[in-house]
T-cell receptor, first 115, second 113 residues
Framework: EAQVTQNPRYLITVTGKKLTVTCSQN?????MSWYRQDPGLGLRQIYY???????DKGDVPEGYKVSRKEKRNFPLILESPSPNQTSLYFC????FGRGLAETQYFGPGTRLLVL | GDSVTQMEGPVTLSEEAFLTINCTYT??????LFWYVQYPGEGLQLLLK?????DKGSNKGFEATYRKETTSFHLEKGSVQVSDSAVYFC????????????FGAGTRLFVKA
């Protein structure tokens, strides 16, 4: 089944404790992206990657890191989480064959609470 | 920078009512426009899209037309069902804007039986 998977689905942590949220897609997509969803703000793009070893900042990259060492994986790293990073996070992928006119496929989401 | 503005919710309708959710945008170049839907507890899934001016996207009875002159992409459905209750997001993607995707704030729809 073609899908985007994220782990963990739920996470409670404390300020300053490094964490990684994994994202994997099995559709051989070129483009992958991370978003955060907050009430009243919709989804905001954190980082995106157009291919292996190619990443770029979205609109809200502060406090986050990403890497793209393999085509299928795009982990999101919070080196020192803070309470304002409490949010619902989505990973997405896109085949990018016709650029960003292609549909994005979203993972199920990771709900993060930073105390 | 690029932006998407959609009507605030929640929108509450009775079953079989007509639905319109307004969406307007500002963008560099010629963006692609999308409507995504999020059902409770799930990720987003594409509802419909349009990639150039005057294109009409349609799916599951929903429609939206890419209007460049009014920079709009309003979502419509002639007769809503209880199962349409969800959050609807308007979005644009523009390579001229830096290969990013911009989402609106979302509009929650409640449909009563």
């Amino acid at each position: 089944e073609a899908q985007v998977t994220q782990n963990p689905r739920y996470l409670i942590t404390v300020t300053g404790k490094k964490l990684t949220v994994t994202c994997s897609q099995n559709m051989n997509h070129e483009y992958m992206s991370w978003y955060r969803q907050d009430p009243g703000l919709g989804l905001r793009q954190i980082y995106y990657s157009m291919n292996v070893e190619v990443t770029d900042k979205g609109d809200v990259p502060e406090g986050y890191k990403v890497s793209r060492k393999e085509k299928r994986n795009f982990p999101l790293i919070l080196e020192s989480p803070s309470p304002n990073q409490t949010s619902l996070y989505f990973c997405a992928s896109n085949p990018f064959g016709r650029g960003l006119a292609e549909t994005q496929y979203f993972g199920p989401g990771t709900r993060l609470l930073v105390l | 920078g690029d932006s998407v503005t959609q009507m605030e919710g929640p929108v509450t309708l009775s079953e079989e009512a007509f639905l319109t959710i307004n969406c307007t945008y500002t963008a560099t170049g010629y963006p692609s426009l999308f409507w995504y839907v999020q059902y409770p507890g799930e990720g987003l899934q594409l509802l419909l899209k349009a990639t150039k001016a005057d294109d009409k996207g349609s799916n599951k009875g929903f429609e939206a037309t890419y209007r460049k002159e009014t920079t709009s992409f309003h979502l419509e459905k002639g007769s809503v069902q209880v199962s349409d209750s969800a959050v609807y997001f308007c979005a644009l993607s523009s390579e001229a804007g830096g290969f990013k995707t911009i989402f609106g704030a979302g509009t929650r729809l409640f449909v009563k039986a």
